[in-house]
């Protein structure tokens, strides 16, 4: 499956933002799909996760409550909702896939990844 994640931009701390990532391919509805994100000079790092379903998701302890991940399997997109966002947000997000058993947390889990988005979160 092919990624493209877009809706990344520059926000004011307390506002929101939506990123999407469209995928290729009929057989989205069979991975389940996660958002990491990457800070300067740090580690990527897992946001939140979703099942191939719909209906299990997972997050960070750093985003829960602020941060809403969904997917549309018709439409073949997976989507993050940020709310309340801070300065510490600021990351190229990423979108990724994954194929076999499980939400994952960790990027050596997910095989297939999309090329970021950069959301800078302004004081």
């Known amino acids: 499956v092919q990624l493209q994640a877009s809706g990344g931009g520059l926000v004011q701390a307390g506002g929101s933002l939506r990123l999407s990532c469209a995928a290729s391919g009929r057989t989205f509805s069979r991975y389940h799909m996660a958002w990491f994100r990457r800070a300067p000079g740090k580690e990527r790092e897992f946001v939140a996760a979703i099942g191939w379903s719909g209906t299990s998701t997972y997050y960070a302890e750093s985003v829960k409550g602020r941060f809403a991940i969904s997917r549309d399997n018709a439409k073949v997109t997976l989507y993050l909702q940020m709310n309340s966002l801070k300065p510490e947000d600021t990351a190229v997000y990423y979108c990724?896939?994954?194929?076999?058993?499980?939400?994952?947390?960790?990027?050596?889990?997910?095989?297939?990844w999309g090329q970021g988005t950069l959301v800078t979160v302004s004081s």
């Open positions: 990724a896939a994954k194929g076999d058993y499980g939400l994952g947390t960790r990027t050596y889990e997910y095989a297939y």
